[in-house]
T-cell receptor, first 115, second 113 residues
Framework: NAGVMQNPRHLVRRRGQEARLRCSPM?????VYWYRQLPEEGLKFMVY????????ESGMPKERFSAEFPKEGPSILRIQQVVRGDSAAYFC?????????????FGQGTRLTVV | KQEVTQIPAALSVPEGENLVLNCSFT??????LQWFRQDPGKGLTSLLL?????REQTSGRLNASLDKSSGRSTLYIAASQPGDSATYLC????????????FGQGTTLQVKP
C-alpha cells in the first residue's frame, strides 16, 4: 500500500509563473489536507478537501491560491502568479475519515522555490 | 483557539543520553496527540499517536505520555543515538473535528557522537 505521494518533490518557478502541486492520497483515503511550512516556521493548515468538495479553506490565502480534489486523479494545489514569499515546503496528508480521531499520513512534500 | 507550544526549540546532547521533549496545548478537549519526526528536507514520519483515553504509548526507545488535564505531552527518547537527530513535531486535531492538525514549532534535536 503506497503512502501519500506528492510530486514534484522540488519545483522552481520564476516570479509570476504558476505552480501546480499534486497529491495522491493513500489507497482508500478520501480526505486530503494541505499544509505549508515556511522557512524556520511550523506547519500551518491550508485547506481540507474531500472528493469534489472543499470542506475547509480557512488557512488558504484568498488570492492566487486554489485547490481541488477531482473525482478521478490527484488533489491539486495551484498557486498563480507566484511571489518569493510563496517559497516553502507544501505537505499533503490523507486520512480515511473526517473525524479528529483518525490518524493522518503525510507525503514527502513539495519544496517550491520562487526565483 | 488551540495553540501548541514545544520546548525547547533546540537541543544538543551527547550520544547515549536519555532526553525529554515537551509539548503543551491550550485546549484540553483533544481526541489524540501525535508526535512526528522530520529530517532536514524530508517529509513527516509519524512516531506515536496517543488517544485521549490513553496516558502513554511506547515504540522502541520512544515513549510518549499525555496529560490532557494539564495540557501536556512529553516524548521520552532513551539512549539517544546520532540517528535520532531530527526535528520532532507534536500536533493535535483542532476543535472543528475535521481532522486538521495544529502543529507546534518543533524541537530540533542534535545527538553528537
Amino acid at each position: 500500500n503506497a503512502g501519500v505521494m506528492q510530486n514534484p518533490r522540488h519545483l522552481v518557478r520564476r516570479r509570476g509563473q504558476e505552480a501546480r502541486l499534486r497529491c495522491s492520497p493513500m489507497k482508500g483515503h478520501s480526505h486530503v489536507y494541505w499544509y505549508r511550512q515556511l522557512p524556520e516556521e511550523g506547519l500551518k493548515f491550508m485547506v481540507y478537501l474531500q472528493k469534489e468538495n472543499i470542506i475547509d479553506e480557512s488557512g488558504m490565502p484568498k488570492e492566487r491560491f486554489s485547490a481541488e480534489f477531482p473525482k478521478e486523479g490527484p488533489s491539486i494545489l495551484r498557486i498563480q502568479q507566484v511571489v518569493r514569499g510563496d517559497s516553502a515546503a507544501y505537505f499533503c496528508a490523507s486520512s480515511p475519515g473526517q473525524s479528529g480521531n483518525t490518524e493522518a499520513f503525510f507525503g514527502q512534500g513539495t519544496r517550491l522555490t520562487v526565483v | 483557539k488551540q495553540e501548541v507550544t514545544q520546548i525547547p526549540a533546540a537541543l544538543s546532547v551527547p550520544e547515549g543520553e536519555n532526553l525529554v521533549l515537551n509539548c503543551s496545548f491550550t485546549d484540553s478537549a483533544i481526541y489524540n496527540l501525535q508526535w512526528f519526526r522530520q529530517d532536514p528536507g524530508k517529509g513527516l514520519t509519524s512516531l506515536l499517536l496517543i488517544q485521549s483515553s490513553q496516558r502513554e504509548q511506547t515504540s522502541g526507545r520512544l515513549n510518549a505520555s499525555l496529560d490532557k488535564s494539564s495540557g501536556r505531552s512529553t516524548l521520552y527518547i532513551a539512549a539517544s543515538q546520532p540517528g535520532d537527530s531530527a526535528t520532532y513535531l507534536c500536533a493535535v486535531p483542532d476543535s472543528s473535528n475535521t481532522g486538521k492538525l495544529i502543529f507546534g514549532q518543533g524541537t530540533t534535536l542534535q545527538v553528537k557522537p
